[in-house]
């Protein structure tokens, strides 16, 4: 049993560390206002978000495009990217246990995942 926690506390930790990674990736590519936001415990279908905002639709595309080559080489597995069309405001790139959100500042505004998703106070 106590193998077993570890192992989990281990895994966790592993998760923790790639968002990070990530995360200094996002900033490293000039990403604004990168935010890491632990899931854990909050949500059932993912640990992590990584909010940032990106000045626009080009610099999206190029973070998205040097972020599948950082995974590649880091054997990071990405299981699909969403909201690429004319009009991109939001990009979402789905890890599993990380989902990355590239967002233009009027849609990070607009939506606020931060206060969305913030962990409800307990009274």
């Not at 990403?31 to 909050?42: A, K, T």
């Not at 992590?48 to 054997?75: A, W």
Request: hydrophobic fraction near 40%.
């Amino acid at each position: 049993m106590e193998d077993m926690l570890s192992e989990n506390n281990n895994e966790q930790q592993i998760k923790a560390d790639i968002a990070e990674k990530i995360a200094d990736f996002l900033r490293d590519h000039k990403g604004e206002n990168v935010s890491v936001m632990d899931l854990r415990g909050i949500c059932n279908w993912t640990d992590f978000f990584i909010i940032t905002t990106v000045s626009s639709r080009t610099h999206m595309d190029g973070i998205e495009k040097h972020l599948k080559i950082f995974c590649r080489d880091n054997k990071i597995d990405i299981f699909g990217s969403s909201g690429k069309n004319n009009d991109d405001q939001w990009r979402l790139i789905d890890f599993g246990s990380i989902i990355i959100h590239l967002m233009t500042s009027a849609a990070r505004e607009f939506y606020d995942l931060e206060r969305l998703w913030a962990p409800i106070p307990k009274k």
